[in-house]
Each structure stands twice: as C-alpha cells, then as structure tokens.
C-alpha cells in the first residue's frame, strides 16, 4: 500500500488550467483517468487525509504510485481525451459498463457495390448504416421480411451472390420478389442503391412518404384497371403498416430521442436506454457496472453518453437525449455532443407529458435489470461460496457463517415501531424464516433501546428452547431477569393469545401481513407438537437453531446495544457485526474503527443484500400497521359487515356522525342490510360513541366532524394525526 504523499506533487506544478489526469500503479499500469476544469483544484482533493476520504477514493490512491496529467484549451477536449484513455487504458477504478448480452443491429453495408441487408453483433463497422440494438435476432428477421415486399434489397451472402451471378440464376427470393436479383442484372447497381437508402430512411422514421406514395400508386393503378398491381400494391401497404404496428406510437411524430435511466445502488448500478427514432421505440439496450469509484447519477449518466456516442457522427446521436439526472458541468458535454452530431444536441430532463411518462418506463425497465443482475449473482454457488468466506476472514471467524440473521429496526417519527429478522442460509434467503416484532419495552423514536430488545427478546426464546429440548446446563435460565415471557416467548406448542410482544407470521411465509395472532409453526409451516417437536419430521422448532452471525442495520451503537444483549442472556459463541449504509462499513464490537471490505468483495454484496432485505421486510411491516390503524373503524366490530356493505353505509349516510345519528329503520334503507344486521350496527356505533363532543376552550364552540375527513374505513380522522406524506421511515 503506497503513501499518497510520497509521490504527491509540489506545490506549484499543478497548473490551474482544464486537463485530463492518470494515476499510475507501481507497475506503471493506469488506474484511474479522469478530467477536471481546474487540474490543480481536483487534484489537491486525492491528497488530503486520508481519514477524510472516501474509501473507495481512499482506496485508489494507496494503489497508486504516481499521477501524470496533460493540459487542454478546453472542457470539451478534456472530456474527448478523458474518453480515449479509458478505452485504450482500461482502469480498473474507473466505471466501466458492460453489456449484459451482444446486442443484434440491423444493419445496410452502404459501403460494397451492391448493398446487403443483414443481422450484425460487435463493433461497428465504418460505412454500415446500422438500426437497432433489438433484443432478439428474430425480431430484426421478422421486421426484414416484411419489408423486402416494398424494399427488395439483397440479404444474400457474398458467396452466394457471386455464384448466381456466375450461374445466371436467382436465389428463392429473387425468385418469389423478395429481391430485385442484381446479381442477375435485373435491376442496376444505382437502382439497387436507391433501394436501399429508401429501405433505410423507412427504418429511421420517415414512414408516412412512403405509405402516401403507395396509396397514391394503388388508386392510380385501379382507375387504370390494373387490379393484379393495385393488389400487389395494397399488399404492400398492409405489409410497411403490419412492420410499423410492431414499434408504437410513444412520443410525437417524427420525434428522435434517445432516454436514458440509471437504476442504482451503493455498490452497482444499471443503465437502460430507449432509441426513439419518429416517435417509435426502434432499439433498447441496457449495460450494469461496479460503482468501483464514488460517483453520482450525474456522473454515471456522463459515463454512459461516453460510452453510447463515443464513436458515433451524425445522425446516430439524435437531436434530443432525456436523461434522469445532468452532469456538472452540463454544457462540455453538450458541446461535445453537438460536435459528434454536427448540429445543436438537447441534453436535458423531461418535466412533464409523455416524455416523462416514458422516462418513468425506461426507469422501471432499469430497475428491473439490476434485481435480474443481483438475482443471477446471487445464485451462483461458487460465488456465494465465495462471499460467506470473506466475511468469515474478514471478522475472525471459525467458519464460514452458513446462517446470517439480520434485524433492522423501522418508525415513522417515533410511531408504529417495529423490527424485522429476515435469516440467509448458504447465502440465499430463507424467507419461511422471517419473523417480525413490535417494540413494546418503551414509547417513542430510539434505535438502539429497540435493537436491544429485539436480540434480548428473540435469543431468549432460543434459550427457552435449549432448556424445554434438555440442552440448557447453565443455572441461569431464560427469563431469570424476571421479565416475563409472553406470546410465542412461553413456547407451549398451543396459540397464544395476541399481543403486542406477539412474534408474527411472516407475508413471505405463512400467515398473512398483520396477522398478530399466530399460530406456532416450523420451519416447513407444519403445527408444533408437545415437545418442542414438529409432527413431520422430529427436527428442532426454528429457534432452537442459532446463526453463526447476526448482521444489525447501523454502526457501533447499534452493534454494542446486540453485542450487550447477547452478553446479558450468556450467549457469547454468536458472532455480531453492523453495516453503515452510509459508507458501507463493517463494525465489529469493542472496535473504534470499520472494516473498510473492498467495493468489489463478494462478502460485502451478501452482507448488503441481507441488509436491505432486512430494512425491506421492516419497511413493509411498518407501513401495513400504518395503515391498518388509519383504517380501523367501528363498523370493523360488526360481524359479517363486509367492505362493499361499510362503503354503501357511508355513501349512503356520508359520515359516521350521521349513521349514529339515524334509526334502525334509516339503516335498513341501505341495499343489502337487514334489520339484524341493522341492529348489529347501531349497538356497535353507540359503544364506541364519542363521551362528550369537542370543544373549543377558547370560543366555546363546538367542534362539528368534517365530512371531507375520514379515513378509508369510514372513521374521522383527527387533525393532528399523521400524515402518510409527513416524516420519514427508517
């Protein structure tokens, strides 16, 4: 590891001009390329402390052993060089994208004698109009061959191109008038040509012409009674109009854009792009990087233009590119754009209309291209095999930690606090074994009083098992501190009454959400036996059985207060650790200082993907008591009351203050209640009858219910409660 200040340089020779910047490793290989408006500003941020770096900066330049720059008149021409040096020098701390898959292009070889129509993949070649990328090969082949009907131009290969011309004979589609046979000079090598550009500026967009010259065509050729060419001709309307259907209509007509969505996390992030040539989606491609660099969605998206029109002129960088966040500065690289167009290029974010609305679908379709990443990452063996090593290197442990518990914990300022414990075995997620608490041992917003008695609550059940199986040998006991044990904390194989200490069923698994009565059941969902056994099979109920790690969401506090816990119960074989989502470190207890993993670890990748499943399943939990509690109403009490029946009751009514308000009869003019059921409800609304009305101390007035204000369920809602839009969850 080198020092940055052993090569950092003096004072002075910095210039403060726009340039272009590499480092070096001891072996003379570049690390890093990249470019700035002011080299000696950028370049004083990599030498300052290196506590005060970033770890992913700080990692780069302990790498380095000397950094190198060459000075340019402008931010463009920084930008162009900054371009060419990360292709040919490849850093490996720079964001590289890379395909997912070898996209196919259309493509018209304009460059030979007799151009060819034809499914192309790798780099592009100089003279090759090229169309697309399409997601499947067959898609550019079904697209081809209907179009050949209007535009016959070649598709055959050289070779047998070159034999029909020496045979005097056509292949199938010259034949069938799928090609206009030049190689037997049935068309000229200029007619040919012409054929061609027209087949190319149909694909880029200027399809209505020829639609129109066509109609025109066939209405000429019926009032001349030539009906065999005005069939032929309709066919080949239906044929250009049957090619269009399958790209539609997304933008205005004749529009050319190109949209770009990044979707992103703290160590990778994915890159969509949608190619709209005429107001039609014509291609759609996608790329994913390691984010081995701290860099923002801005920057990213910069990196992407590089790599989409780096080695693009003309009209292959279209007039307008939408993207979701602009680079700092903007205007280099517009002006860099326009230079590879040759005319004015629109770089901006779309704010409103259709622009946007496809926007917000190039960015699902990147989301979803990241999860696929993840997802095909995490299911590999070796891989996994891989990452729960490194974490066992990486916090001295025995083994490698083949079950991983993970809790978070999650409020909305302070209300509805809950925590989650979702389990990964053999690095995948064992979602049968998620289980869900409610804080219950204070009020109010505090992290690390909650995690304590989320591991406290949930090791003392596992302890209460090991003494009902006979495996308990210390005197102690679970629940020597006094503190009762209830809900599923007795473990008495029966259904425990609910409770907020209820230990819930999970939505993943069985029961479902905010089900707070649960029944005892196994891993596999079968009910529990006396004994502590499952009916199937004999194995252990689920909390007999112990993670080797528990993985806590948030830094040292939160690690001491689980570290403390498990101390307090006698449990010390149980490894802890944390992970800051704001760094991505690990913290180990009794430790002032994080372990830095590096950004490209795969043990890193679990603990982060066990840690937003954890803050995903406590968000979910969270917000479905939330909003149950802003639902309940008292017409919830009436039995056999469904939902269809309470809304009619409050249209019918338009509040809850009015239903109390009327008699039964009143009642029984609702379509669909009885008078039983009538009687049902007018018992239920005057238990839960307000004691006296509000009152303003101040006025003396008396507070009127506003009809506008109630919740889903039908109840009035207060005014000072929450708002679902106020706050945040954590």
């Known amino acids: ?121 790798g780099h592009k070649k100089k003279g090759v109009r090229y169309f697309g990328p399409y997601a499947h090969a067959w898609a550019i082949r079904d697209t081809v061959d209907l179009l050949l009907r209007v535009f016959p131009v070649r ?35 200029d007619e040919h040509r012409e054929l061609a550009e027209e087949f190319c500026d149909f694909m880029t967009g200027r399809t209505s012409t020829y639609i129109r010259r066509l109609e025109r065509q066939m209405t000429e050729a019926a009032e001349e009674m030539e009906y065999e060419r005005a069939a032929r001709l309709r066919d080949d309307i239906g044929a250009l109009k049957k090619a269009m ?38 291609g759609q491609r996608g790329w994913v990087t390691d984010k081995v660099e701290e860099i923002t969605t801005g920057a990213l998206v910069e990196h992407a233009l590089q790599q989409l029109y780096g080695e693009e002129t003309g009209d292959a960088v279209p007039k307008e590119v939408l993207v979701p966040a602009l680079p700092d500065p903007v205007e280099p690289v517009q002006e860099w754009l326009a230079g590879r167009r040759g005319s004015n290029v629109s770089l901006r974010i779309p704010q409103r209309g259709d622009k946007k609305a496809l926007m917000e679908t190039v960015q699902r379709n990147a989301q979803q291209a990241l999860v696929l990443h993840k997802t095909k990452r995490a299911s ?76 406290t609550r949930r090791f003392r059940r596992y302890l209460a098992e090991k003494e009902k199986t006979g495996e308990w040998t210390d005197g102690a006991g679970p629940g020597a501190d006094d503190t009762p044990l209830t809900g599923t904390d007795a473990l008495t194989g029966t259904q425990p009454p609910a409770g907020p200490d209820a230990l819930t069923r999970t939505p993943d698994g069985p029961g479902a959400p905010g089900d707070d009565a649960p029944d005892v059941l196994t891993a596999s969902g079968a009910p529990v036996a006396s004994g ?8 252990p109920r689920k909390f007999a059985y112990p993670p080797q790690l528990v993985v806590v969401d948030g830094g040292a506090p939160q690690v001491a207060a689980a570290r403390r816990a498990l101390d307090e119960l006698g449990i010390d074989d149980i490894a802890v650790c944390g992970l800051a989502k704001r760094l991505e470190e690990v913290w180990v207890p009794g430790d002032d200082d994080p372990i830095v993993l590096p950004r490209t670890s795969e043990g890193l990748y679990l603990l982060q993907r066990v840690r937003d499943e954890a803050h995903r399943f406590a968000i979910t939990y969270q917000r479905a008591k939330r909003s149950k509690r802003f639902r309940s109403s008292p017409l919830d009490d009436v039995p056999g009351l469904g ?13 809850l203050k009015k239903l109390r308000a009327a008699t039964i009869d009143q009642i029984c003019e609702v379509p669909g209640i009885g008078r039983k059921t009538a009687e049902t409800i007018a018992v239920a609304l005057a238990r839960s009858a307000p004691a006296a009305p509000a009152v303003n101390t101040a006025t003396g007035e008396i507070m009127e219910e506003e009809p506008g204000t109630m919740g889903s369920g039908g109840e009035p809602v207060a005014a000072g409660a929450p708002d679902e839009r106020r706050g945040q969850e954590t």
């Open 1 to 121: 590891m080198a020092d940055p200040s052993s090569y950092r340089p003096k004072p002075g020779e910095i210039p403060d001009t726009p340039g272009v910047y590499r480092f070096r490793d001891e072996h003379r290989r570049v690390i890093y390329v990249g470019k700035a408006k002011s080299l000696r500003q950028r370049l004083a941020n990599y030498f300052q402390d290196l506590a005060g770096l970033h770890p992913r900066t700080r990692s780069m330049v302990t790498t380095a052993a000397s950094v190198e720059w060459t000075v340019v008149s402008t931010e463009v021409e920084a930008l162009q060089l900054e371009y060419s040096w990360i292709k040919e020098f490849d850093p490996r701390f720079n964001v590289k994208y890379r395909d997912d898959k070898s996209y196919p292009y259309l493509a018209v070889t304009m460059n030979e004698e007799y151009p060819r129509v034809q499914v192309m993949r």
């Open 155 to 189: 598709t055959c290969s050289a070779g047998v191109f070159k034999n029909a011309a020496r045979t005097g004979r056509p292949c199938l589609l010259g034949y069938i008038g799928k090609c206009s046979a030049p190689c037997v000079d049935r068309v000229t090598a």
């Open 245 to 282: 259907e399958k790209n539609a209509v997304v933008l205005a007509d004749a529009t050319d854009a190109d949209l770009i969505a990044v979707a992103e996390d703290e160590l990778e992030a994915a890159v969509q792009i949608f190619h709209v040539r005429g107001g039609r989606v014509r």
């Open 380 to 455: 590999d063996l070796t891989t996994r095999s891989r990452a729960l090593e490194e974490i066992a290197d990486a916090l001295d442990l025995d083994g490698a930690p083949l079950r991983i518990e993970c809790y978070d914990i999650s409020h909305l300022q302070g209300d509805d606090v809950v925590a989650s414990m979702v389990v990964f075995e053999d690095g995948l997620a064992r979602k049968s074994e998620y289980r869900r608490f409610q804080i219950k041992g204070f009020a109010g917003q505090d992290d690390v009083r909650s995690m304590h008695e989320v591991i």
């Open 532 to 539: 502590g056994l499952t009916e199937e099979d004999g194995r």
């Open 643 to 655: 939902d269809t029946r309470k809304q009619a009751l409050l249209k019918h009514f338009g509040s």
